[in-house]
């Protein structure tokens, strides 16, 4: 070893260290936060990465949202887009004049034909709204006034696995960042102690086989992973490996950190790589987290009230109820992606009684979720949205009669509702045919919808970027426009 | 009306494959050169290095290759284009005038509706990318070709000043040398021996370096010490597992589908064929031809085969109503983006819609590319099948000697039983003709008087005697057939079913299919020549037939049970089976009058299967007293069942013997009055009817079922048998079937035929029960008849195929001789046992290549559905072109990509071994070197490397040897704050690489330090612990990894690289760590630094676990407390501590072992986590906090760094 070269090294290390041990830590701290930040605070990076336009480009009507996801594809024809002139069409061939030979699944692509099935639900005008909402979501129908229905939503994929990575990712094909890692990386967290983006699952009740979801859907595709959504648990830890060992207490786990620290800070003496101070504010988040996220789940402090208001079912955790609770509590504490899905919604056969099942499940906390918002002021800065991958076919899937019939996977048109967050409340934009089998009024895009939900957010879809392999990607691709006329 | 758009603009699918995935974090840069490495600002810009970055950035996407997108008819991408005047006359580019250039006029302008690039594209330009270009533009305007275009030619390594000598041997340091003495920079001095090993033994290895290892290198101060332990390195089987694990990122490697149910998938035998190529050295040259194309080599091997399993790998589905061409077409595009980036470095899929904008890959190419590969056999859906077709199985050596003998066995037991006889076969020949004659000759045809039907039919009466049916088939039918006979004594009844050319399909029955069912058979007699008689009713007893039908209620017994019902009739496969069928009627008394009878015998077909008559009937009597013994069925006894017996596992259900079973080792007979353990009795089920499930009670657990069969004569019975789960079969004491599955029940599940005989038989059934449903199925075909009858259509035929040639042989063979009849039993259960033998070897998926080649066509905007012009297979023109001799196929693909002439397959090879070793690349953007990818921060020292490669052979090692015996690789990586600022990435090498280990490397030194690591190379991928439940979050229902079991023993601490990746959720602790979902291609993984992953090494149980047996390996090791600590803290650092670092450890053990004495019940809880034993002979207290320290050593930034 050259000792005047490790002196020098010492020298100036300790001058800065001592001069800026402070500021690196803050810088490390701020990288949890912001990447870009921590990227400019240890001068390096390439300088290009300093000039991606990163926070928000224009003031955001939403600081947060959360994004309800109906997994399996809910039917738009039993729900939300009523059309009863289908009543006289009952068993009858779907003209070709509407279906225009467009591609069905391969599931009923064979079959030898296409009766038309209408609801077997009864609809009802809700709200001085007057939205048409069926018997089967009776408090969301109570809160019609809140909500924007857009029923002219479409997308490109006819099958759930490139649907709904579609939905959340912009791209059927896996590899793609998610909405939430997109935000994440574009804006941050607000809260220092718990991540940006939190994922929350629930299984539904209806009988059949839950379609998959994949850790895609919250990953992080090629932005850098710790932009991904952490997954929050309805049994176990609620975050992955959040408790401490059997045997290990808080106390003996801060003796330990501070021990780590004081080894770590050594480390940083010889080696200088500001990385190690990094790993030392990641250590003390994991330990906040270790209160923070028990404190979020701890449900104890709710009154009776609360449980009224989203059913009794939100005091089991893992269900879709005490998912939208925890929502809530999520929202309070200013995470920035709060995403849920609820499994179960693909009905290709008995629809009528696996729907009602489906929406026994969520219907109540969906629409509890949004008056409670509400009622704490939060709904004005919280984009809500409801919706699944893609709608369901007016003609059955397999038998049909007055009250038994199955839908196949509709690509073509379903029903999203969002509010809050800057959203018109209490208006229905786009338009169905009679057979709400193409749209015939005002389109929305997924990719529409996407740049809607980041304009929202305070985020212009065009311009929140990532250069990955020669060119600069984006949740929308090369397409997408923010539909305007729901803004508030 | 609306329609929405399906195809959205240009790039509807495309972009889409976003496959090589992973930047480094803080990066997100291309296009620039690397910080710290600017262009003197003096001289002349250079093309490639300072001004394509920033045309190609800002301009191409308009004025670029892409003929779709220019604007303006501008092309800025080819110099002769750039120069020549735009449609307004202007010039965009005047060689040495940047005043007269348009370009210039443009990006200075003022007006945000002239200036260029326009705003709204967020593509600006700064003052000194305009700079570059006004300099570039005055010093002539100069093109070069892109530079990863051009094929490399070795350099002259550069003279340096160092005034270390050593810093001038290797060409490598005399290149990094030289940019830091123009940088004015200077090196930093070597690293410490420890230091060195440490990051040598991850880098080549994946492990960090044993005490003993370190001690060696210490003892050792000869100059070529550290290269010996390269080459120590070099020659370890870890080195193929750790090159292999960093391949299977890039080769996209899972253990399951990746899409929709993601069920599991077979792969792993090509796994481990990487980690062997790698260990052997193979030249990387075959490791590309047989990966890519193995199975067009002349004769490929077992081996070479495997290989091809690389571009098997990616992602599929199943998902039901996927559509067959876009899933080809997703597949293909997966195989094109991937191939591109590990071996060319090239963003292919860019040019899967459109033009690619930046490099010029064009539309119409890139499918010329795609032709290369879509010409393969698969079925572009998986079938959610681990099995996906073409697939080897890969026996290990063991298996195949044991496949081989058990083939050896079979091919003699063939040879006796087929093999030719003169003896033998005579004695057949003479039986058949026998046996043919009873059949005809103990038989007297009856003679047609009448023949009437219903509904329309009319039966005519042929020479033979035989009837017709013709005219209408109504739905139901009724023939009613009177013939005469002189016969008397007589006690059977022959009805045969005729095959006719009239019939459909030439077969016996009326229905579209050819098949019949009889619901009923009725004779009555009375004297002949009377016809006021009345008729006799003929009570039949029993009935057989040559063959029924085995798939529901068919037995030709049901034509005698009174019962006619919607399925209840004999029916014979007629849909199948186009030939003539018999059923032979016993009657219970003897029949037949005096001077004559009459018979009237009328057949029902009246089942809910329409128009399924008989086509042609015939009748014939005999009395033959052992024909009608052969009719007669066998008597079943009553069930009995003893159980359940409780069993420790599924196995000991199976295999262990209880009760009934243990007996059987004394005699054939069952004793249902005897008890066993627990008291366990026989118990009587008489409600127990055949031919439907029954429900067992009972979890984990064996229960025997017992009854008697009576056979009249020796005869053999087949059984039709279900189990849920496991199911063994003795008769007479001989165990004749097993099964050890997991199932529900249903029946056929296991058809088998047993020999009984003449008198009393017993048959004993153990069903073993795995949890669940616990539940038995038996029927029989008892009334089918004896074999002789089932033989008749072979006895009978003139002309037999080679196969029924055999089966008839073999019946013989084994009537006659006992020791045949063994011998076929045994064939029986040596091929079933191969079967299941071969059917759960290992395999592996495999490209095949089609016959005939599948057309390509360009797919119009890259869309499944738009098929254009037909493509050949070819390059892309501005790539090299494959020589002629080359095959236009994947093997010609392959072997032009490893042209030793090729520009990018070295550069990009030897680029990635580079960032294994630096950490970043020469290049940084590792899959991309086109012209958005970013310059070479050592372009020469690039070169050099590609050539060398080339010419040692394309050999890794030698590669890796060369970088890690650097003086560059080998300096110190302390950095100083301003080292840091100038160059904070380290490209410029002024000091050595250090860096976070990859998640794999930080597991598996966990498992090496505390001694747990259990080094098995290869095979099945293992599941180690993981929380509860994470499979089942995401898993579809029905996939068959929706639900997560870990492994045990051993299995728990393999190395990562074997753990099982279950794509849609793969491991959690890997994945906090940057591992990638394997779901498309990487080839660079990002560093991260987040809470997440101090959880996981705190509180992980896999990580408190290899704390816990750490603690316990430095207790039993040293017996000081800072001995111990100093152990524990070099295992994990491969350093010893210095004093200040042993006091801050030994508080912390103070500390914790204070509280673990005042409480030893926490002591235990965390000593229980995890399943390695403890030895108990520790005091709990001291291990607890020895484990605490531990954890935190491993938590430590030196143990997660190299």
Redesign the interface.
Do not use: W
């Given at each position: 070893m050259d000792p005047h070269w490790e002196q020098r090294v010492l020298q100036t290390r300790r001058q800065f260290f001592g001069r800026a041990a402070s500021g690196i830590g803050a810088a490390a701290l701020a990288s949890l936060i912001n990447p870009q930040l921590a990227s400019a605070a240890a001068g390096g990076g390439d300088p290009r990465a300093q000039g991606v336009k990163i926070g928000p480009h224009f003031a955001p009507t939403a600081k947060r949202i959360i994004y309800l996801f109906q997994s399996g594809a809910p039917s738009q024809l039993d729900l939300f887009d009523y059309k009863p002139k289908m009543r006289e069409y009952f068993n009858t061939e779907l003209p070709e004049s509407i279906r225009m030979g467009q591609r069905l699944t391969t599931m009923t692509s064979g079959q030898a034909s296409f009766p038309v099935a209408p609801t077997a639900f009864k609809f009802a005008q809700h709200g001085n709204s007057r939205a048409w909402v069926s018997d089967l979501m009776p408090h969301t129908a109570s809160i019609v006034d809140d909500l924007c229905f857009i029923k002219s939503v479409h997308t490109e994929a006819i099958n759930h696995d490139p649907g709904i990575t579609f939905m959340q990712t912009g791209s059927q094909i896996p590899g793609r960042p998610s909405m939430g890692a997109w935000l994440n990386y574009g804006l941050g967290a607000e809260n220092a102690d718990l991540p940006g983006f939190i994922v929350l699952i629930s299984q539904g009740s209806a009988q059949r086989a839950s379609q998959a979801l994949y850790s895609r859907l919250w990953g992080t595709g090629f932005l850098p992973s710790e932009h991904q959504g952490v997954q929050f648990r309805g049994s176990g830890d609620a975050v992955l490996y959040l408790s401490n060992p059997d045997g290990v207490d808080r106390q003996g786990r801060r003796k330990a950190l501070d021990a780590i620290a004081r080894l770590n800070a050594r480390q940083f003496e010889r080696v200088g790589d500001p990385e190690i101070n990094a790993r030392v504010a990641a250590g003390e988040m994991a330990f906040r987290m270790q209160t923070s996220v028990p404190d979020l789940t701890d449900l104890s402090d709710e009154p009776q009230a609360t449980f009224d208001m989203y059913g009794e079912n939100a005091r089991k955790p893992g269900t879709y109820a005490a998912n939208c609770l925890l929502a809530r509590r999520l929202a309070e504490r200013g995470v920035r992606f709060i995403q849920l899905y609820h499994r179960g919604w693909d009905q290709h056969g008995n629809l009528p009684s696996d729907i009602r099942l489906q929406c026994g499940d969520t219907d109540q906390a969906s629409a509890a979720l949004v008056m409670d918002l509400k009622r704490r002021g939060l709904l004005e800065d919280t984009l809500v949205v409801w919706g699944g991958e893609f709608g369901r076919t007016i003609y059955s899937q397999g038998a049909l009669s007055e009250t038994n019939y199955g839908r196949d996977h509709h690509p073509r048109c379903f029903t999203v509702w969002m509010a809050g967050g800057g959203i018109k409340p209490g208006m229905t934009y786009g338009q169905t045919d009679d057979f709400s089998y193409n749209v015939v009024d005002k389109p929305v895009h997924v990719h529409d919808l996407n740049a809607t939900i980041l304009h929202c957010l305070g985020m212009d879809h065009t311009r929140l970027t990532y250069p990955f392999q020669g060119r600069d990607f984006r949740l929308t691709d090369v397409h997408g426009r923010v539909v305007k006329d729901i803004l508030a | 009306?609306?329609?929405?758009?399906?195809?959205?603009?240009?790039?509807?699918?495309a972009?889409?494959?976003?496959?090589?995935?992973?930047?480094a974090?803080?990066?997100?840069?291309?296009?620039?050169a690397p910080?710290s490495i600017a262009p003197d600002a003096n001289a002349a810009p250079r093309f490639n290095r300072d001004v394509r970055p920033i045309l190609s950035n800002h301009c191409y996407q308009c004025h670029g290759p892409d003929s779709a997108a220019r604007k303006a008819g501008l092309r800025l991408d080819r110099r002769d284009d750039a120069l020549a005047a735009l449609e307004s006359g202007v010039h965009a580019i005047v060689p040495g005038d940047a005043d007269a250039s348009a370009i210039l006029a443009r990006v200075t302008h003022t007006d945000p509706g002239q200036v260029m690039p326009p705003p709204?594209i967020?593509k600006d330009l700064s003052d000194e990318q305009i700079d570059t270009l006004r300099r570039w533009i005055e010093s002539g305007a100069e093109y070069e070709p892109h530079w990863s275009f051009v094929p490399p030619v070795r350099p002259q390594a550069p003279d340096i000043s160092a005034a270390n000598s050593e810093w001038r041997t290797n060409p490598i340091d005399r290149f990094i040398h030289a940019t830091l003495e123009s940088e004015g920079l200077e090196p930093?001095?070597?690293a410490?021996a420890e230091t060195l090993l440490r990051r040598a033994s991850f880098d080549l290895t994946g492990l960090p370096p044993t005490p003993e290892q370190l001690d060696q290198l210490r003892a050792d101060a000869s100059p070529e010490a550290f290269a010996r332990a390269v080459d120590r390195l070099l020659a370890s089987p870890r080195y193929g597992e750790h090159m292999a694990r960093r391949w299977l990122d890039a080769a996209r490697y899972g253990d399951t589908h990746?899409?929709?149910?993601?069920n599991a998938r077979e792969m792993w035998p090509w796994r481990d064929w990487v980690i062997e190529a790698f260990n052997a050295n193979m030249p990387f040259d075959r490791f590309t031809v047989e990966q890519l194309a193995g199975d067009l080599l002349p004769e490929p091997t077992l081996d070479q085969l495997v290989a091809t399993g690389f571009n098997r790998n990616h992602?599929s589905?199943n998902?039901?109503?996927?559509?067959?061409d876009e899933v080809r077409m997703?597949n293909v595009a997966d195989r094109i983006a991937t191939t591109g980036t590990v071996w060319l470095g090239l963003?292919l899929?860019?040019a899967h819609c459109h033009d690619h904008?930046?490099?010029p890959i064009l539309h119409d190419e890139y499918f010329e590319l795609f032709a290369f590969f879509n010409n393969t056999t698969e079925n572009p859906m998986d079938g959610n099948r681990t099995d996906w077709a073409p697939f080897v199985r890969v026996p290990s050596d063991e298996q195949k000697a044991e496949l081989e003998s058990m083939d050896e066995r079979i091919g003699s037991i063939k040879s006796e039983l087929d093999g030719p006889s003169a003896e033998i076969d005579a004695q057949q020949a003479a039986w058949r003709s026998q046996a043919a004659a009873e059949w005809t000759n103990g038989w007297q045809v009856t003679e047609v008087a009448t023949a009437t039907a219903s509904g329309g039919t009319t039966l005519r009466t042929l020479d033979d005697n035989s009837v017709l049916a013709e005219g209408d088939n109504p739905d139901r039918n009724t023939y009613q057939i009177i013939t005469r006979t002189d016969a008397t004594d007589l006690s059977l009844l022959r009805l045969e079913a005729l095959t006719h050319d009239s019939l459909p399909h030439k077969g016996a029955g009326r229905a579209d299919n050819s098949n019949f069912v009889l619901s009923e058979l009725e004779l009555e007699a009375r004297p002949a020549g009377d016809d006021s008689a009345e008729w006799t009713p003929i009570r039949l007893v029993a009935a057989a037939a040559d063959h029924q039908q085995m798939n529901g209620p068919y037995p030709v017994a049901a034509t005698i049970d009174g019962i006619v019902g919607a399925a209840n009739g004999w029916a014979v496969d007629g849909m199948t089976r186009r030939e003539d069928r018999v059923a032979v009627y016993a009657a219970a008394e003897p029949f037949g009058f005096d001077g004559g009878t009459e018979l009237r015998t009328t057949l029902r077909f009246e089942t809910h299967f329409p128009r399924h008559a008989i086509g042609r009937v015939r009748l014939a009597v005999s009395g033959d007293e052992a024909l009608r013994e052969s009719v007669l069925p066998v008597g079943l006894g009553t069930w009995h069942a003893a159980g359940p017996f409780p069993a420790a596992d599924r196995n000991a259900a199976f295999i262990e013997p209880f009760g009934p079973e243990l007996a059987l080792a004394d005699t054939r007979a069952v004793d249902t009055t005897a008890t066993y353990a627990d008291n366990i009795a026989w118990v009587a089920h008489p409600e127990w009817t055949d031919g439907a499930p029954h429900d067992l009670e009972g979890g984990l657990a064996a229960t025997y079922l017992t009854r008697t069969i009576h056979a009249g004569s020796a005869r053999t019975l087949t059984l039709s048998l279900g189990s849920d789960d496991g199911i063994k079969v003795w008769c007479n004491g001989r165990l004749v079937h097993e099964n050890n599955v997991a199932r529900a029940v249903a029946p056929d599940q296991d058809s088998i035929t047993i020999d009984l005989d003449p008198g009393e038989n017993h048959l004993l059934i153990k069903i073993a029960n795995y949890g669940g449903g616990f539940a038995f199925y038996f029927s029989t075909d008892e009334s089918a008849g004896s074999d002789a009858l089932r033989m008749l259509p072979l006895i009978l035929a003139r002309e037999l195929t080679e196969e029924q040639q055999t089966t008839l042989r073999r019946y013989f063979r084994s009537t006659r001789s006992p020791y045949m009849r063994d011998l076929a039993a045994e064939l029986d259960t040596i091929t079933a046992e191969r079967n299941a033998f071969q059917a759960m070897l290992p395999l592996t998926l495999v490209m095949e290549e089609n016959e005939e080649r599948r057309p390509t066509h360009r797919l119009h905007r890259g869309d499944y559905?738009s098929p254009r012009e037909e493509v050949s297979p070819g390059i892309p023109e501005a790539l090299p072109q494959m020589a002629d001799d080359l095959p236009r196929d994947r093997l010609g693909f392959a072997r032009w990509l490893v042209s030793p002439e090729h520009p990018l397959t070295a550069r990009v090879t030897v680029n990635r071994l580079w960032q294994q070793m630096f950490g970043t690349g020469i290049v940084k953007?590792a899959?991309?070197f086109?012209?958005?990818?970013e310059w070479p921060s050592h372009p020469e020292l690039l070169d050099w490397l590609a050539v060398e490669f080339v010419e040692s052979g394309w050999d890794v090692k030698h590669m890796l040897r060369l970088m890690a015996n650097s003086q560059a690789y080998q300096q110190r990586?302390?950095?100083?704050?301003?080292l840091?600022?100038r160059d904070?990435?380290n490209r410029l090498l002024a000091r050595g690489p250090?860096f976070?280990l990859a998640a794999e490397e930080i597991r598996d030194q966990a498992l090496l330090a505390s001694g747990l690591l259990v080094g098995t190379i290869g095979g099945p991928s293992v599941k180690p612990t993981q929380?509860?439940?994470l499979w089942f979050?995401?898993?579809?229902?029905?996939?068959n990894t929706a639900n997560f079991t870990p492994d045990e023993g051993d299995d728990l601490y393999r190395r990562s690289m074997y753990s099982y990746w279950k794509r849609?959720?793969?491991p959690?602790?890997m994945?906090?760590f940057?591992a990638p979902?394997r779901?498309?291609c990487t080839v660079r993984r990002?560093r991260?630094?987040?809470?997440?992953?101090?959880?996981?090494l705190?509180?992980?149980?896999q990580f408190?676990e290899a704390s816990r047996v750490l603690a316990q390996r430095v207790l039993r090791a040293e017996s000081q407390t800072d001995a111990q600590l100093a152990m524990a803290f070099r295992l994990l650092t491969s350093r010893s501590p210095d004093n200040?670092?042993i006091d801050?450890?030994h508080?912390?053990y103070e500390?914790?072992l204070a509280?673990?004495e005042d409480n030893t019940?926490?002591?235990?809880?965390?000593?229980?986590?995890g399943a390695a034993p403890r030895d108990e002979s520790l005091d709990p207290a001291a291990h607890?906090a020895m484990t605490?320290?531990a954890?935190?050593i491993l938590?430590?930034?030196?143990a997660?760094n190299k």
């Open positions: - | 009306m609306v329609t929405p758009r399906r195809m959205r603009g240009r790039c509807a699918l972009c889409l494959a976003a496959t090589a995935s992973v930047v974090v803080f990066s997100g840069g291309f296009g620039a910080p709204e967020g930093s001095p070597r410490s990746g899409l929709h149910l993601d992602v589905t998902e039901g109503g996927v559509i067959l997703n963003t899929a860019c904008k930046f490099d559905a953007t899959e991309d086109g012209s958005q990818g990586a302390a950095v100083t704050p301003e840091l600022s904070p990435a250090r976070r929380p509860k439940g979050d995401v898993g579809y229902t029905d996939s849609t959720s793969p959690p602790n994945a906090a940057d979902t779901e498309a990002s991260t630094n987040t809470p997440m992953q101090a959880l996981v705190l509180n992980d149980p408190v200040a670092e801050v450890l508080e912390l500390a914790e509280r673990y019940f926490d002591a235990l809880a965390l000593l229980a986590v607890a605490s320290v954890n935190a938590t430590l930034d030196e997660v």
